[in-house]
């Protein structure tokens, strides 16, 4: 297991090598160092995972060093590797690596490549940071690592104003989920007296019905603190409410989204409310909340990528959905289904955000799905590549042969689960889910159908067209205004290659082993042996519905984008209101900019006029200097240059002196 030590510190020894000598030696060489540095990790941790799929490994901890020693405070530096960390250690090189080898051809002609990759690889460093944690302390150490490496990542064009203003916002909202996640490790050190991860869970199912005082009310004590640490979970993985932050980010390079907004930022609030687990199970009310709000953001998210037509943000929206059914398949108890989906979700939505990548690198950055169309001739292998992430993302399998893309595999045993679970929030979530799974079918879709079919529609994109430099009349008569698209370079596209082999096969591959092996788990999540079995009584319609509303979804996207494209148009205008919501994303980002954006930066103008300025300085440094601009006035006076004005003052002095000592 000393291989950990490599797997987690390789990218952090390439990040400072790639920022200290930054542009000093050739881009070329910090491209090299960071990438072969994540390949090295990404080929160490499989083994590791394999190991514990094998049952041929158990889970241990290998310790770093001392670091803590504070009164009742004491922990060290150790990182836990077990089937949970094994899981998270695949997902998070295996992304990190492909994303840093897919970036020598995006990011070829940016400046500061140096940067971007030292920037990638310090982001890694921070999330393995976070999975090895064996206490709550050193994970909260890679939480706000992430959360720095992302605000890097997010605002890396830093000359464009909304990239600075989406980095920005990313930080501040995160802020305050960290908030919460901070208050829940405190209260959690107040009643374990330890922040050590197996001493909390170990000491967990005693604390069950133990109340505490908290806003002046006596709750229960497992309920608060599993509330508190869901909120920071809510903020790292864009739940409803928290969630404003994830579609801005898409204002970072492609990678970027690809790395930290699909594959690994976005799921470490998953990974903590699993790693924690049983703490969750002696928290009903908190595992309902957490069902609720899981269920909620899945559908919201899928109403708003509806409308939505820069690909980058329909596919963000997408993300924030899948993480809504990890969310609530962890608050009926299903964990291993919520890795599982975590798993395989990595695979086919990194998959689809680098292929949207391929598909703005060969459109010249153009983002607009409106000017696309026509595109699988001309990118084929794009297109097959984005195919095999959407046939997986929308569950297409065939239930009689247990057989299907990654999503079919493990979205179908998420809602399984919440339906199995029997409870009414576990039919809410199911409801929702599959409501959400129509959703999530049509937008696929459309995004294929608008992308890859139907006439070429690139005439009517500006930004395009000013990269021809013809008018359309030198262009010629036909919808390319004479610009021809490109398949990317082969950089590009091994990632995608081998993305859609996970999403291809990953789901079958690992199916057993996630759901129906409890041993695999080997105690590092609770295991609900009796749900998981309940999944494979549900009755067949349940196990159906999925596969149905895909279809569904399928259809309607067809009927509207390929057979009759005037749908779209009217469907809007009938909906009217209804459309508007969804297209300007719930009103979310107004609301929030009514009721705290607004009355922050008046209360800060406030402080800044009548408090820095009419008070602090009016008497502080302002007024010391006009009392010695004044005196200054008056000295001068004295200073007239006449020998008989000195001996006066000095007789005067001399007086005022005697009379002094005298009375």
């Given at each position: 297991m000393n291989s950990i030590l490599i797997i987690v510190f390789f990218p952090l020894l390439a990040a400072l090598i790639a920022g200290l000598t930054n542009k000093a030696a050739p881009s070329v060489f910090a491209k090299a160092v960071t990438t072969a540095a994540l390949f090295i990790s990404c080929a160490l941790s499989w083994p590791i995972f394999l190991g514990f799929v094998a049952g041929d490994l158990t889970a241990t901890v290998v310790p770093v060093l001392q670091w803590v020693r504070s009164g009742d405070l004491a922990f060290d530096w150790a990182l836990r590797v077990?089937?949970?960390?094994?899981?998270m250690l695949v997902v998070i090189t295996t992304v990190s690596a492909l994303v840093h080898l897919y970036s020598w051809g995006y990011m070829d002609e940016d400046p500061d490549q140096p940067r971007f990759f030292a920037y990638l690889s310090l982001f890694t460093f921070a999330m393995l940071m976070l999975v090895t944690a064996d206490n709550l302390v050193q994970m909260f150490f890679g939480w706000e690592g992430v959360g720095l490496a992302s605000y890097l990542l997010i605002g890396f064009w830093f000359r464009k104003p909304?990239?600075?203003?989406?980095?920005?916002?990313?930080?501040?909202?995160?802020?305050?989920?960290?908030?919460?996640?901070?208050?829940?490790?405190?209260?959690t050190f107040l009643v374990f007296g330890t922040v050590s991860i197996p001493e909390i869970l170990a000491a967990a199912p005693a604390m069950s019905g133990a109340t505490i005082g908290f806003l002046g009310l006596r709750m229960h004590t497992m309920d608060?603190?599993?509330i508190l640490l869901f909120i920071g979970a809510m903020g790292k993985s864009a739940q409803l409410g928290l969630h404003t932050w994830l579609p801005d980010a898409m204002e970072g390079p492609t990678p970027v989204s690809a790395l930290i907004h699909a594959a690994t930022m976005v799921t470490a609030g998953v990974f903590m409310v699993c790693r924690l687990s049983p703490m969750f199970e002696t928290a009903p009310i908190a595992l309902g909340v957490v069902t609720f709000i899981g269920a909620a953001t899945c559908i919201f998210a899928a109403t708003v990528g509806t409308t939505q037509w820069d690909i980058k943000r329909v596919i963000a929206y997408s993300t924030c959905s899948q993480l809504g059914y990890m969310f609530f398949a962890a608050g009926v108890g299903a964990y291993g289904a919520a890795m599982f989906h975590l798993f395989t979700h990595a695979f086919f939505k990194a998959l689809l955000f680098l292929g949207a990548g391929s598909v703005i690198h060969?459109?010249?950055?153009?983002?607009?799905?409106?000017?696309?169309?026509?595109?699988?001739?001309?990118?084929p292998f794009t297109f097959w590549a984005m195919m095999a992430g959407t046939l997986a993302i929308t569950g297409v399998g065939i239930y009689w042969l247990h057989a299907g893309f990654a999503g079919f595999h493990s979205k179908d045993a998420i809602l399984e689960?919440?339906?199995?679970?029997?409870?009414?929030?576990?039919?809410?979530?199911?409801?929702?889910?599959?409501?959400?799974?129509?959703?999530?079918?049509?937008?696929?879709?459309?995004?294929?159908?608008?992308?890859?079919?139907?006439?070429?529609?690139?005439?009517?994109s500006e930004h395009i067209q000013h990269s021809v430099?013809?008018?359309?009349?030198?262009?010629?008569?036909?919808?390319?205004?004479?610009?021809?698209?490109?398949?990317?370079?082969?950089?590009?596209?091994?990632?995608?290659?081998?993305l859609s082999l996970g999403a291809i096969f990953a789901g079958w591959f690992f199916s057993h082993a996630f759901l129906d092996d409890a041993g695999f788990w080997q105690g590092s999540i609770f295991y609900n042996e009796a749900l998981m079995h309940q999944i494979h009584a549900v009755p067949l319609w349940v196990k159906l519905t999925a596969t149905v509303v895909m279809l569904l979804g399928l259809i309607t996207a067809w009927w509207a984008y390929i057979k009759d494209t005037s749908i779209p148009a009217k469907a809007a205008e009938q909906l009217g209101p209804v459309y508007r919501l969804f297209?300007?994303?719930?009103?979310?980002?107004?609301?929030?900019?009514?009721?705290?954006?607004?009355?922050a930066f008046w209360l800060g103008r406030q402080f800044w006029k009548l408090g820095d300025v009419g008070i602090i300085d009016r008497f502080g440094p302002n007024g010391v200097a006009w009392v010695v601009e004044k005196g200054s006035v008056g000295a001068r006076r004295f200073q007239s240059g006449y020998l008989n004005s000195y001996?006066?003052?000095?007789?005067?002095?001399?007086?005022?002196?005697i009379t002094w000592v005298l009375f």
């Open positions: 077990d089937t949970l960390t094994a899981v909304s990239a600075n203003a989406a980095a920005i916002k990313a930080f501040v909202v995160n802020r305050v989920g960290d908030l919460g996640f901070m208050l829940g490790i405190f209260g608060v603190l599993c060969a459109m010249h950055h153009e983002q607009d799905m409106r000017y696309y169309g026509g595109l699988r001739k001309q990118i689960a919440a339906f199995g679970r029997g409870t009414e929030m576990g039919n809410f979530a199911f409801w929702m889910g599959a409501f959400a799974a129509l959703l999530t079918s049509f937008y696929s879709w459309r995004l294929m159908f608008l992308t890859f079919w139907g006439k070429p529609r690139w005439i009517e430099h013809k008018t359309p009349e030198e262009a010629g008569a036909d919808t390319t205004g004479g610009y021809h698209p490109h398949e990317s370079p082969l950089t590009m596209l091994v990632p995608l290659g081998v297209y300007n994303k719930w009103y979310f980002d107004e609301l929030y900019n009514v009721i705290f954006v607004k009355p001996a006066l003052v000095m007789l005067l002095g001399l007086v005022a002196a």
